[in-house]
């Protein structure tokens, strides 16, 4: 249990927006905030509050009063004793509690983060990389390079960083090229490579992993860059008791044409000039358990079938919204914008 006196570093106005807690809390060590007002206590804003706003639809540019939690848990200066069984009753991986004096301002705030003991992640990398044309020829699609280093090694950095102790890459297209990549690699994690012989599509190697692999399984397609933390989405995963977790990522498709909306009459009900049409898709990351691997039954075996059984088996599959950058290098197009947009800790 740690004590973290009140500073701006942990605390926020009401009057902010979204955005700005999102910035606040992507680029500070905290993945919470306090709401504060000369002293008193108005709410408290994590995380997963501002992802699950964002699910309703609030706009990043909404304040933050929107999706905080005005009636968090509390403790007092005077009951200290209470602290470790109220911190306890916080439903979240990150359980953090504002402690308060006799005249209710804010003196500080305990926290305690569990932390997952043994992380694995498996990285789709068998695809043949058809849409980016002579690029995939003589090299498979997770060692083509964004800025200096191949898509792969990104990734895998990203995984080493959030201290995933063993992670699985499954191969098919020029596989020895991606084993040749990782014998050279000096690794932070334990890193092994398993081979389609066959495609299997996009979920179907999952059942070449070990069956002492630990739960839940950390998935990510061997083409997706992204900001996302990943101590979040295990969070979110955990504290939902899903079965799988989707993370879904916001796609935008502009129409440069008025579009119409009419009735049965054919009355015109609607028109809007050249709107922006707002969707979820899936990211390409997911979190899983591993008592769903039983439900892939055949060799080729692809993720949306895995996720349509779950839902129709009544297992609890759930979605995480990712608010952090994410791109899909699937195109010349994506590729070339990645390269361009370079960033670091990707």
């Known amino acids: 249990m740690k004590k973290i006196i009140i500073s701006n570093e942990i605390i926020v106005s009401h009057k902010d927006k979204i955005i700005d807690v999102i910035k606040k809390m992507t680029e500070g060590n905290y993945r919470f905030q306090i709401v504060v007002e000369?002293?008193?206590?108005?709410?408290?804003?994590?995380?997963?509050?501002?992802?699950?706003?964002?699910?309703?639809?609030?706009?990043?540019?909404?304040k933050i009063t929107k999706c905080m939690n005005k009636n968090p848990l509390i403790g007092h200066t005077y009951k200290s004793y209470k602290h470790r069984i109220l911190l306890n009753t916080v439903g979240s991986i990150v359980k953090f509690l504002p402690v308060l004096d006799r005249s209710n301002n804010v003196k500080y705030v305990l926290i305690e983060e569990i932390n997952v003991t043994s992380k694995t992640a498996l990285i789709m990398a068998g695809g043949f990389g058809k849409r980016l044309g002579d690029k995939t020829k003589n090299t498979p699609k997770p060692l083509l390079k964004v800025g200096k280093e191949p898509i792969l090694e990104l990734i895998l950095q990203k995984l080493e960083y959030y201290n995933y102790q063993k992670i699985f890459i499954s191969t098919?297209?020029?596989?020895?090229?991606?084993?040749?990549?990782?014998?050279?690699r000096k690794s932070k994690a334990?890193?092994?490579?398993?081979r389609e012989e066959d495609p299997m599509g996009t979920a179907g190697s999952i059942k070449l992993l070990p069956d002492n692999v630990s739960s839940p399984l950390t998935i990510i397609n061997g083409d997706v860059l992204s900001d996302l933390n990943l101590n979040s989405l295990i969070s979110f995963h955990f504290e939902k008791n899903n079965s799988i977790t989707l993370c879904a990522a916001q796609y935008e498709i502009n129409i440069p044409f008025g579009l119409i909306s009419f009735n049965k009459k054919h009355q015109l009900t609607n028109l809007k000039e050249k709107p922006t049409l707002k969707n979820y898709i899936l990211s390409g990351i997911y979190c899983i358990e591993k008592e769903m691997f039983s439900l892939i039954n055949k060799s080729n075996f692809d993720m949306t079938e895995l996720i349509l059984k779950a839902n129709k088996l009544g297992k609890k599959v759930g979605i995480f919204p990712i608010y952090e950058n994410w791109r899909d290098i699937g195109s010349l197009k994506e590729l070339n914008l990645a390269n361009k947009n370079t960033r670091k800790n990707i």
Not at 38 to 62: A, E, F, H, M, P
Not at 190 to 194: P, T
């Open 38 to 62: 000369n002293g008193k206590l108005l709410g408290t804003i994590s995380d997963g509050d501002i992802r699950r706003g964002i699910l309703q639809g609030n706009s990043y540019n909404v």
């Open 172 to 184: 098919h297209y020029l596989s020895q090229k991606i084993e040749k990549f990782i014998k050279k």
């Open 190 to 194: 334990e890193v092994f490579i398993i």
